[in-house]
């Protein structure tokens, strides 16, 4: 039953673009989204080894320099410059 729950709610939010808002909070989006990716370059061995691929740092948006700019205190999220 619970397959079958999260099936539905990942057919739904995909057809309303939330679907990796979703993933972000259940805290499933590196494991979906790196499982995905292996299974796509199995599929399609001319992609680069890194397609696909998402780590930590990927799973929030960089700050806008305007931002940073306006309040210096302000701390850049990891990954991004």
Known sequence: MKFLILHERRVELAFENHRWTDL???GQALEVINAFGDRIKEEQPF???DAY???EHHLLF???QSEVDINPQIIQN???F
């Open 78 to 80: 990891p990954g991004y």
């Open 53 to 55: 691929v998402i780590d």
């Open 24 to 26: 972000i909070r259940t």
């Open 62 to 64: 960089p700050i806008p």
């Open 47 to 49: 992609l680069a080894s």
